[in-house]
DNA sequence: CGTATGCTTGAATCACGTCAACTGATGTGG
DNA sequence: CCACATCAGTTGACGTGATTCAAGCATACG
């Protein structure tokens, strides 16, 4: 299976993109509490949808990769548990000068715009243990043939997911290394929250400094600074798998951070649309 | 109507979002001279479908804003000429610390993605003069009601602008300033090559170095040594609203350059997914 | 027990930002 | 016609934020 590596070669070009569910699935196999995070905006006849769609739960390992640049997909993933990152890695498919380019937390589409792109520009993996469900893409198609409704949702999920890259590109544009790390943890503690993973201030965020690196664009040791400064100026305190917040509302200041980009999640009536 | 303010009053809140076309049209407006670029993957179908759904062509001076982040949007708009550029401008809407997230070229949708998403996290403007085509958002609902295959087609176009946000992300991130701009000009060589208007390599660019440090994320004066640099390595020349390739493929390897998360603007065949 | 991995610290270097002054082209009103 | 303003581009000096390299030190794991 489509593990990470460690000889270094390169898998061979034509991997199977088959994916081998651990189990058989049917209806019923999508849970109430997997309803969180950005999917709860789907509306009850959809998700009923997708959890006749599921055709199986699979489980990942901490830095297992799900599929690479350029594979054929035939299935899109629904994080169930665990958190997930995209990566940019070029050219010449460097591990160590890699990107991350978006991350995704229990209740966000892994890969869901593999369905009108077919194949990706970029590598998915899982960054922690992680259970995700899959969806064949015919699958999808007969849901959005059935209702345009449901079509525009879908979309939407996507399209929620973008509004998100545009703000990694004004982070990575604009902010300095202390903005910028302040206003990634703000992020994941927003996202986090609407999944209900956020209890007493912990973000659970089990990244280390080089993860963090492959966020920012900064060199492993100068997040390690940044860390320290967060933590001597009682910010917040990150390590071990945990983001402990110790002053919200300093840290949203610190990085400038405004949450309208991540529309409903902000948590912001719709009728009135964010102004600054 | 939403000009450029010189007087540095905000405009009132509750603008109206209501477009004034300045033509009433029907089926006929869009010409095939029109199909070009990232619009030319649409089928003969849609397209005939998108001219009886269009409902207006409006021109747009330079530097005109067409809409600010939470506008409420009806319609969503075709570049049929120019150039345009999306801005995110946090925190307080300061005008000098504001970061370009994307641009169009003739044959984008240039906020598609405010179908699903009803208002956007940013604001849209024309760099230099500009025509559009406008069309109601009730009426790409109805297309994709009657077609699904439609459906998909609409979403795979804001799926590629996402591809596109990637890699930006990607070159703030990882790219120095000097690799940071040659990657910028190819990609623009490359989506201008794609409408045709790319002759003797001569790429109209109508950008000012204070555009580009909007791009890039440099300063406006880093900006000038970068194509002072650029220039003196005989790779191109930019400025007066054109980007004179001398040297491609040395532009392109100084970038690190590869066209593939373009997907089909690259010129790939799509049943062989590029590999790096 | 040795060997990764993850975090830390310090010093040297470099890339980029900032400030200020200057040029040349364009435009405007008297 | 000239006086003046504006804007794009350029240059040089200087400050600083981030990278890089090297070394040290834990913890976890074979």
Same mark, same amino acid.
């Given at each position: 299976?489509?593990?990470?590596?460690?000889?270094?070669?390169?898998?061979?070009?034509?991997?199977?993109?088959? #994916?081998?569910?651990?189990?058989?699935?049917?209806?019923?196999?999508?849970?109430?509490?997997?309803?969180?995070?950005?999917?709860?905006?789907?509306?009850?006849?959809?998700?009923?949808?997708?959890?006749?769609?599921?055709?199986?739960?699979?489980?990942?390992?901490?830095?297992?990769?799900?599929?690479?640049?350029?594979?054929?997909?035939?299935?899109?993933?629904?994080?169930?548990?665990?958190?997930?990152?995209?990566?940019?890695?070029?050219?010449?498919?460097?591990?160590?000068?890699?990107?991350?380019?978006?991350?995704?937390? $229990?209740?966000?589409? #892994?890969?869901?715009?593999?369905?009108?792109?077919?194949?990706?520009?970029?590598?998915?993996?899982?960054?922690?243990?992680?259970?995700?469900?899959?969806?064949?893409?015919?699958?999808?198609?007969?849901?959005?043939?059935?209702?345009?409704?449901?079509?525009?949702?879908?979309?939407?999920?996507?399209?929620?997911?973008?509004?998100?890259?545009?703000?990694?590109?004004?982070?990575?544009?604009?902010?300095?290394?202390?903005?910028?790390?302040?206003?990634?943890?703000?992020?994941?503690?927003?996202?986090?929250?609407?999944?209900?993973?956020?209890?007493?201030?912990?973000?659970?965020? $089990?990244?280390?400094?080089?993860?963090?690196?492959? #966020?920012?664009?900064?060199?492993?040791?100068? #997040?390690?600074?940044?860390?320290?400064?967060?933590?001597?100026?009682?910010?917040?305190?990150?390590?071990?798998?945990?983001?402990?917040?110790?002053?919200?509302?300093?840290?949203?200041?610190?990085?400038?951070?405004?949450?309208?980009?991540?529309?409903?999640?902000?948590?912001?009536?719709?009728?009135?649309?964010?102004?600054?």
């Amino acid at each position: 299976m489509k593990s990470n590596d460690p000889t270094g070669t390169p898998p061979a070009r034509q991997r199977p993109a088959i #994916v081998m569910p651990s189990h058989v699935c049917g209806r019923g196999t999508l849970k109430e509490a997997h309803r969180c995070g950005m999917v709860r905006e789907v509306c009850d006849a959809l998700w009923a949808r997708l959890d006749g769609a599921c055709d199986g739960i699979r489980h990942l390992a901490p830095r297992e990769t799900l599929s690479q640049a350029g594979d054929r997909l035939t299935h899109s993933a629904l994080l169930l548990d665990g958190i997930m990152a995209r990566y940019i890695a070029e050219p010449g498919r460097d591990r160590n000068n890699r990107l991350m380019v978006s991350i995704q937390v $229990p209740g966000d589409f #892994v890969d869901l715009h593999a369905l009108p792109l077919r194949y990706l520009d970029h590598d998915v993996a899982a960054l922690a243990d992680c259970k995700i469900a899959l969806f064949p893409h015919d699958a999808l198609t007969g849901i959005m043939e059935q209702d345009a409704e449901h079509a525009r949702m879908l979309w939407r999920l996507t399209m929620l997911d973008a509004a998100i890259h545009r703000h990694w590109i004004y982070r990575a544009g604009r902010l300095r290394a202390l903005a910028a790390v302040a206003d990634f943890i703000c992020e994941m503690d927003l996202r986090l929250q609407a999944c209900g993973k956020v209890r007493d201030n912990r973000v659970p965020l $089990p990244m280390t400094s080089a993860d963090l690196a492959e #966020v920012s664009g900064l060199s492993t040791m100068h #997040v390690g600074r940044v860390l320290r400064d967060l933590r001597e100026a009682n910010l917040c305190t990150i390590g071990d798998g945990v983001a402990l917040i110790h002053d919200r509302e300093g840290l949203r200041q610190l990085a400038g951070f405004d949450p309208s980009y991540m529309y409903q999640l902000a948590g912001q009536a719709e009728p009135t649309p964010p102004r600054g």
